[in-house]
């Protein structure tokens, strides 16, 4: 065989391999609904504690079997710790940091968001079996990052 021969081989093969990728991309993004969250709104990291929805973290239900929970990621805890849904629903996650980039990982989830100062974190997710869910942040944020965790209890 020549050496073209073997380089319109190698172009082949690497085409092939090209068109693969790009059909496992648009299969996550539209198959699957993967997709890079974008920004759902800024405000100002300083004042979290005062600015609506963040004044008020925690659980509230929004329709029948719909709840929002409202999330904030600071030195070295989430606000709450804990949250509770009913086992089906649907819990849209509004979240941010206080005060440096935290990580927003729910085991067993696809929930994984980054807490970032300043920017409002949303993602949304059905829990359809009841149990425990780990709440941790996958982010390092200082000394006490391997003690910042939360739970999720499906009932």
């Given at each position: 065989m020549k050496i073209e021969a073997y380089e319109e081989v190698f172009l082949?093969?690497?085409?092939?391999?090209?068109?693969?990728?790009?059909?496992?991309?648009?299969?996550?993004a539209v198959g699957m609904h993967i997709h890079v969250m974008g920004r759902a709104g800024e405000i100002d990291p300083r004042l979290v504690s005062q600015t609506p929805p963040f004044d008020n973290p925690g659980v509230r239900e929004t329709a029948p079997g719909k709840y929002e929970a409202v999330m904030i990621g600071k030195a070295w805890s989430f606000t709450?710790?804990?949250?509770e849904v009913p086992a089906g629903a649907e819990v849209t996650f509004?979240?941010?940091?206080?005060?440096?980039d935290h990580g927003f990982y729910i085991d067993g989830t696809r929930v994984n968001l980054m807490l970032i100062p300043g920017q409002v974190?949303?993602?949304?997710?059905?829990?359809?079996?009841?149990?425990?869910?780990?709440?941790?942040?996958?982010?390092?944020?200082?000394?006490?990052h391997q003690f910042m965790y939360g739970r999720v209890i499906v009932k």
């Open positions: 082949w093969i690497s085409g092939v391999v090209l068109l693969v990728f790009l059909a496992a991309l648009v299969y996550a709450p710790k804990t949250i509004r979240a941010t940091s206080a005060d440096v974190s949303v993602m949304t997710y059905r829990f359809r079996e009841p149990g425990t869910h780990l709440i941790i942040c996958h982010e390092y944020c200082g000394l006490g």
